[in-house]
């Protein structure tokens, strides 16, 4: 069966510095979502994404934050300049035109 | 703007009872509804959705869902839960017809089934 992918799994970084985080999206899907979930609290929406564009980003979604499909497979999310407040669990989901979203594994990041 | 509610954090069953987890959600527009379960440590697994139709929506491992429109409600069931049903389990709403869109999470119901 087919899943969503994210690399790493768990990723450490100082305050201030950058960070990728990698998804492979199913396949055949054409919608490519960014969420987290901060400890102990809601999975928290952060961005979509459709036809090489952003449809639709939440005000958590500020400056510091980008996202690209770099090629056919991958879609990333980039925080330029990591906060202590970034520690999270970030999800990665897919969807097709009207289906629902299915989640990867997430990567847990810890800003020290 | 739409908002779930999962009114109790923690329910704990013995193994074999009936569970039912709450979930109410606020909406001007229609919408589709989900249920997704967290299992300790991994990401998040889709149990079961409504998008149109009968109201009662079946799943995997023997979970089911009533849509109840009037009273604005999408409450998970299952009639008899095994320990391997403990995990978290979220209520999850998009608005209807629209592609694409974003997901609105309730704040989770950890379902922890004692022997």
């Known amino acids: 069966e087919p899943e969503v992918t994210q690399t790493p799994s768990h990723q450490v970084t100082q305050m201030g510095q950058e960070v990728i985080l990698r998804c492979v999206p199913i396949s055949n899907h054409l919608y490519f979502y960014w969420y987290r979930q901060i400890l102990g609290q809601k999975v928290e929406f952060l961005v979509s994404f459709y036809n090489n564009e952003i449809s639709e980003k939440s005000e958590i979604f500020d400056d510091q934050f980008s996202v690209e499909r770099p090629d056919g497979s991958n879609f990333t999310l980039k925080i330029r300049s990591t906060k202590l407040e970034d520690s999270a669990m970030y999800f990665c989901?897919?969807?097709?035109?009207?289906?629902?979203?299915?989640f990867g594994p997430g990567t847990r990041l810890l800003v020290l | 703007a739409q908002s779930v509610t999962q009114l109790d954090s923690q329910v704990p069953v013995f193994e074999e009872a009936p569970v039912e987890l709450r979930c109410n959600y606020s909406?001007?527009?229609?919408?589709?509804l989900f249920w997704y379960v967290q299992y300790p440590n991994q990401g998040l697994q889709l149990l079961l959705k409504?998008?149109?139709?009968?109201?009662l929506v079946k799943g995997i491992n023997g979970f089911e869902a009533e849509f109840n429109k009037s009273q604005t409600s999408f409450h998970l069931r299952k009639p008899s839960v095994h320990i391997s049903d403990t995990a978290e389990y979220f209520c999850a709403v998009s608005p209807y017809n629209n592609a694409g869109n974003m997901l609105t999470f309730g704040g989770g119901t950890r379902l922890m089934v004692k022997p």
């Open positions: 409504y998008l149109s139709g009968s109201t």
């Open positions: 909406s001007s527009v229609s919408v589709y």
């Open positions: 989901a897919s969807s097709d035109s009207l289906g629902p979203q299915y």
